[in-house]
C-alpha cells in the first residue's frame, strides 16, 4: 500500500481527474456517502482500494458512470423494469445488478457475471466522471465493517496518509448508501436497502422481494457493517432501556425529542417531526460524533420500519453489537 505525507483535501476536479488518470485514488463526494474511487480499467488501482479498506477480494466494488448511455458500453442488456427505475431515479441512488460485458475486470465484480452500476446524484461527483475517460469504481470511502464517511472530515479521519486527495462536496444530501436492484430470475428484488425507500421503488414497478438476508448474491451484506467501535444496542424506548445500565456513561441517538432522563449534550436528536430523511442525512455523522466521545454505550431509538425509517433501521440493526 503506498503512503502519503498528508491526505489533502480541496474542490479541484482537474487534481482529482489528474490522480485517476495516473491510476491514484481519490475520495470523491456523492449524494449518499463519500466514495473511494478509482480507474475502473486499472487493476493496480483497484488492487490499491481493497488495500487501504482492507476489504477482502471477494466483495464486489460499484461502478459509477456519468449517464445512462454509458450502460450500455459495459453490460449486456438492460430490463425493462431497470429502465423504468433508471428514467425514475438516476441520476441519483440507485444501483442496479446487470448482466456484465466483457470490458469489466473480474475484479471488480469478485468474479460475478453481474456488475453493479449507479449514476450518482452529486454535481461535482458527476462533473468528474464526464471529466474522466473512464468508468470510476467507489465503495464506501471507510475501513472495512466502519461507519461510512458522510463529510470529507470524516473520510480524513479514516484514511489519512492513504490516500492522496479528498474532493470535497460538502456534507452528503441524503447520507444513507444507494438501494441495490437485482433482477435474479427476471424479477425485481431489493439486495440493499438505502436511500431511495421500498415504497418509492414499489410505487414504479410493483411488488419488490426482499434479498437481503440469505441467498443474496451481494456478498457485501454481512451482517456487522457500519459499525461504531463502541458497543451500540437498540432500543424502541431508551427510557426504558436506562434502568440496565445506571453505571455507564451513555449516549443516545434518538429522533423526534430527547428523552428527559439523560442531560442533552449525551444525546443526538436526529430529526424533529418524523422527518426521516433528515434524519437518515444525520446518522452517520451521529454515529461518528458519539464514536469519539470515550461513552461506554450508545443507544439507538428504533425507526418505525416504513418508508426511509425501514432503511434506517437497517444500518442500525447492522451497527449494534452481536
Ligand atoms: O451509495 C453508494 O452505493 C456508495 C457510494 C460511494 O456510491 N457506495 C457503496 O459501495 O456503498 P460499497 O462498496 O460500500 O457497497 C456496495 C455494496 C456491497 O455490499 C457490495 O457487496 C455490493 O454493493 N455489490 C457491488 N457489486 C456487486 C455485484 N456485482 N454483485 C452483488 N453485489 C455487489
Ligand atoms: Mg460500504
Redesign the pocket.
Known amino acids: 500500500m503506498t503512503s502519503f505525507e498528508e491526505t489533502l483535501i480541496g474542490n479541484d476536479i482537474e487534481r482529482a481527474v489528474q490522480l485517476l488518470a495516473a491510476e491514484k485514488l481519490v475520495a470523491i463526494p ?1 449524494e ?4 473511494l474511487a478509482a480507474n475502473m480499467f486499472s487493476e493496480s488501482a483497484v488492487k490499491e482500494i481493497f488495500a487501504v479498506k482492507q476489504r477482502p477480494a471477494t ?4 461502478v ?1 458512470l456519468p449517464d445512462v448511455d454509458s450502460i450500455h458500453e459495459i453490460v449486456k442488456e438492460i430490463p425493462a423494469e431497470a429502465r423504468i427505475l433508471l428514467s425514475a431515479f438516476s441520476p441519483g ?1 440507485l ?1 442496479l ?1 446487470l448482466p456484465k460485458n466483457n470490458s469489466v475486470p473480474d475484479i471488480v ?1 469478485a468474479g ?1 457475471p ?3 452500476i ?1 449514476i ?1 446524484g452529486h454535481k461535482l461527483a458527476l462533473d468528474l466522471l464526464h471529466k474522466v475517460s473512464f468508468p470510476l469504481v ?3 470511502a471507510n475501513p472495512y465493517t466502519y461507519i461510512s464517511p458522510t463529510s470529507a472530515m470524516h473520510v480524513k479521519k479514516m484514511l489519512e496518509g492513504k490516500i492522496p486527495y479528498i474532493l470535497d462536496g460538502g456534507p452528503c444530501q441524503m447520507g444513507l ?2 438501494t ?1 436492484i437485482g433482477f435474479p430470475n427476471g424479477s425485481p428484488a431489493i ?2 436497502l ?1 436511500s431511495i425507500s421500498r415504497e418509492e421503488i414499489e410505487d414504479k414497478i410493483g411488488k419488490v422481494e426482499l434479498a437481503i438476508n440469505g441467498k443474496a ?5 454481512h451482517h456487522k457493517h457500519y459499525s461504531p467501535d463502541t458497543r451500540l444496542i437498540l432500543s424502541d424506548d431508551p427510557d426504558k432501556d436506562f434502568v440496565h445500565f445506571s453505571n455507564y456513561k451513555i449516549g443516545v441517538i434518538t429522533y423526534n425529542n430527547y428523552s428527559e432522563l439523560l442531560p442533552h449534550e449525551q444525546q443526538v436528536l436526529l430529526c424533529k417531526n418524523d422527518d426521516f430523511k433528515t434524519a437518515a442525512a444525520n446518522l452517520y455523522a451521529a454515529m461518528h460524533s458519539m464514536d469519539n466521545k470515550n461513552y461506554d454505550l450508545i443507544i439507538a431509538r428504533k425507526f418505525p420500519g416504513t418508508g426511509i425509517g425501514l432503511s434506517i433501521n437497517d444500518r442500525l440493526n447492522r451497527a449494534k453489537e452481536k
Open positions: 456523492t449518499t456517502v463519500y466514495g466483495n464486489p466494488l460499484i459509477h441512488p444501483t445488478l465484480t460475478s453481474y456488475v453493479a449507479r450518482p467507489a465503495p464506501s448508501e444507494s441495490i439486495y440493499r438505502g448474491i451481494a456478498p457485501g451484506m
